[in-house]
């Protein structure tokens, strides 16, 4: 059985439990709207952003636990978060052996 805020003393504490495998593997997201979602997750801004097209592509595959869901939000974070790499401004220096 899945625990809600009030099993913790603190958002923190809870926050930390929606990551668990415990929480994404027993969580399911199925029927509930984009607000539930958030708040049971405990999704911050910067993962809310990839919500709809996540849940959009996992109902098509009718896939609905937590796990799947939480690692295709982390997925396209991954691959849209630019870390600063250009590879046209690396400079090679010979140097001698």
């Not at 625990?3 to 504490?13: A, C, I, L, S």
């Not at 994404?24 to 997201?29: C, E, F, G, Q, T």
């Not at 790499?85 to 090679?92: D, L, P, Q, R, S």
């Amino acid at each position: 059985m899945l625990k809600t805020r009030k099993d913790f003393n603190t958002e923190q504490e809870y926050k930390a439990y929606t990551k668990t495998s415990d929480f994404l593997l027993n969580y399911s997201w199925k029927g509930k709207t984009k607000e539930q979602i958030i708040h049971e997750m405990a999704l911050p801004k910067y993962e809310q952003k990839y919500l709809d097209e996540s849940m959009k592509e996992l109902e098509k595959k009718d896939m609905y636990r937590g796990m799947e869901l939480d690692r295709l939000i982390l997925r396209k974070l991954d691959e849209d978060t630019d870390d600063g790499w250009n590879e046209e401004g690396v400079v090679f220096i010979e140097r001698e052996r």
